[in-house]
């Protein structure tokens, strides 16, 4: 799926996004619910408003998720159990959502690296964030 040098990538940037973890999980978290109106269902009881404070907690959250996952990708399913566990049976959330989500992470990251959204890196970020939502997704087969 990915080589050393697209994991030791993606660990690198992803630690690089934390500081902005809020900012950047909050834009695509927005852009799902804009383009698909359908995934806001599961977040009628908060206000996801565009810098709403709920909007920026839980865009924070999931990207912390997301680094913490590609420090040691090898480990993904160990490292995201409870996440899977949790969205799949007490949230009970459709995991089409996440794929969704991941596509509109990459444009998130693309406007806020700007040029350093390399062709590379946008392949490798591609790949892991399918594989992150294919691992979250996998408590519902």
Known sequence: ???????????????????????????????MFTNFPGSKTYF???????GSPHLFSHGKKIV?????GARDISQLTITLA????????????????????????LISLACHMGEDFTPVLHAAMDKYLSA?????????R
């Open 1 to 31: 799926m990915l080589s050393e040098k697209e994991r030791k990538l993606l660990a690198e940037t992803w630690d690089t996004l934390t500081p902005v973890a809020e900012y950047i999980g909050s834009d695509a978290l927005l852009r």
């Open 44 to 50: 009628s009881h908060l206000n996801i408003s565009a």
């Open 64 to 68: 912390l998720a997301i680094a913490e």
């Open 82 to 105: 409870p996440l899977q566990t949790y969205h799949a049976y007490v949230l009970r959330i459709d995991p089409s959502n996440f794929k969704l989500f991941s596509h509109c992470m």
């Open 132 to 140: 992150f939502a294919a691992v979250l997704a996998e408590k519902y």
